[in-house]
């Protein structure tokens, strides 16, 4: 059997018919659950999981639950 070769758009497409969701936006959303869970299982300041996590600043980290649910992280 052949490989099946799609153009990244037709890929990211079907992701997105897939999970609901555009790749990045998954990205996005896998990364903010994995942070919001280290600082409620050891001390870490919030900094140190965003720059952890690959999100710019503290405040970057702290914006993001507002596309999911309307509201920023308090």
Not at 4 to 29: C, D, M, N, W
Not at 43 to 49: M, S
């Amino acid at each position: 059997m052949d490989g099946v070769e799609y153009s990244q758009l037709h890929a990211a497409r079907l992701f997105k018919e897939t999970i609901g969701k555009t790749p990045i936006e998954y990205i996005r959303a896998l990364r903010l659950t994995e942070a919001a869970l280290v600082p409620r299982d050891n001390d870490e300041r919030i900094i140190d999981v965003a720059l952890d996590f690959v999100f710019d600043s503290h405040e970057g980290l702290m914006l993001i639950p507002r596309q999911f649910s309307g509201s920023s992280a308090r």
